[in-house]
């Protein structure tokens, strides 16, 4: 005789389809406690019925608990909460802010054998030159076409990353008591080699837009007496805000740069979400170090990054790549070259697009905060908060089995009083998206933030 189920049927209230409604509504009495391991879950026929769902229904959503360690199936006997489970073991990183995983094994398996048999074994056989492999320069320039900017091949230095992009940028522009001008909010992988560096910096205010002209020619006019200034920004999906820059935003800000004479390095790595816009570097190829990479773009495996420089510095970046070589991996090179000439790239970009804007859509919805602000192409929410209520709902999340982005970590001034919590949507599965987001909104709600 098979045991009675001490779950009560019911259904998660929010919108979204039934089988993550009942899957919500599962999980969240799992990591509650409200249902023990080793307790017995309805049977499928059982359940569909008590709840007026399709027996489909039921079996989608036994399976997507399963795949997440919280239940298993015993033929014969029915489904039962794992005996496992511990919340301190249920994190869900929701702090990395990487693009939705959409490139198949099958895809992947027949971009390899194509190249397999197209690949020059030479790019293995000897080091790489300073900056990459001509051919592959040819190729980066190729899909850089593509967001808008045209670039010489001979202008571009590939990396391992867009992060060794970035560090070179650093280099080139930032040397002794230079005074580097950039959002008050940013990047935290940007702050964490800028501090390493012991480069000094300035945070600037933001809007809606990002970086504010008038805040900008101020803060550089309030600077003048230091001769070495760089502004670095990122204009499209600003990391962690999501802030876009406008057509008439980026014309300000390079116009400002220009008659300040100084330098703009531009985080462009998410630029392949807003191809409609014009890159600064396009605007401004004489003062602007351009930064991009495959990573955000494609995937996270992709470790290709792309600076391309003003034409007075290249010499001095070919320099400092003799001390410090950068070049990357030919065979991601030759993954790219493919792609392009098939298309793939365009295909998966647009199936990366969709799936952040249903990720965006599921956040705005569960969350539903007046003030969480949001791009549909983001992999990331902002939800603004003053500095101490930031913490400790992070720390709340952390309590949860949620890991989110300390705030500390993208604040150029830490003592700042305005803040928030970056929340980052790509890097978790829909299902531990969706059950994660309703922690947070559930913590939000308790916690009147």
């Not at 899957?23 to 023990?36: F, M, N, P």
């Not at 879950?41 to 359940?47: E, G, K, M, T």
């Not at 030479?122 to 190729?142: C, Q, T, W």
């Not at 001034?413 to 531990?432: E, T, Y």
């Amino acid at each position: 005789m098979l045991l009675q189920s001490p779950w009560i049927p019911r259904l998660a209230n929010i919108e979204t389809n039934t089988a993550e409604r009942l899957v919500l509504a599962l999980a969240d009495d799992i990591i509650e406690g409200r249902l023990a391991g080793g307790d017995r879950l309805p049977a499928h026929r059982d359940l569909a019925w008590r709840l007026g769902v399709g027996l489909g229904t039921v079996t989608k959503a036994y399976a997507a608990l399963e795949r997440r360690g919280l239940t298993r199936s015993i033929k014969g006997r029915g489904t039962f909460v794992a005996l496992q489970i511990a919340q301190k073991d249920l994190q869900t990183d929701l702090s990395s802010n990487a693009p939705p995983a959409m490139l198949s094994s099958r895809i992947l398996a027949k971009t390899l054998t194509v190249i397999a048999h197209k690949i020059d074994a030479d790019h293995f056989n000897l080091y790489a030159p300073s900056g990459g492999h001509a051919e592959h320069r040819v190729i980066m320039a190729r899909w850089l076409e593509t967001l808008g900017l045209s670039a010489d091949p001979s202008n571009l230095v590939l990396t391992n990353g867009a992060r060794q992009a970035l560090a070179l940028a650093f280099d080139l522009v930032c040397g002794p008591d230079a005074l580097l001008l950039t959002e008050r909010l940013t990047y935290p992988g940007t702050l964490a080699l800028l501090r390493r560096k012991g480069c000094r910096m300035q945070g600037v205010e933001i809007d809606a837009e990002g970086i504010i002209p008038e805040a900008l020619a101020q803060t550089l006019n309030d600077t003048a007496q230091h001769y070495n200034r760089a502004v670095y920004l990122t204009p499209t999906l600003h990391n962690p805000t999501t802030a876009t820059m406008g057509a008439g935003r980026r014309q300000a800000i390079v116009d400002i740069c220009r008659r300040t004479g100084v330098r703009i390095i531009e985080d462009g790595v998410y630029t392949a979400s807003e191809i409609s816009l014009p890159p600064l570097a396009a605007l401004a190829p004489d003062i602007t170090l351009h930064v991009n990479g495959l990573s955000k773009s494609l995937s996270p495996g992709l470790q290709i990054g792309i600076l391309a420089l003003p034409d007075d510095l290249k010499n001095e970046a070919r320099r400092l790549l003799e001390e410090v070589p950068m070049a990357p991996s030919a065979l991601s090179c030759a993954v790219v070259e493919d792609w392009i000439s098939t298309g793939t790239i365009s295909s998966l970009q647009k199936d990366m697009r969709r799936e952040a804007q249903r990720r965006s859509a599921l956040a705005v919805s569960l969350l539903g905060m007046d003030a969480l602000v949001s791009h549909p192409d983001a992999y990331n929410v902002w939800l603004p908060m003053k500095r101490d209520a930031a913490e400790h709902f992070v720390s709340l999340a952390g309590a949860s089995g949620i890991k989110l982005t300390a705030p500390k970590t993208i604040m150029v001034n830490p003592k700042d009083q305005a803040s928030g919590v970056r929340i980052c949507l790509g890097n978790a599965s829909f299902d531990d998206l969706t059950h994660a987001l309703t922690i947070l909104a559930k913590l939000l709600k308790q916690n009147m933030f």
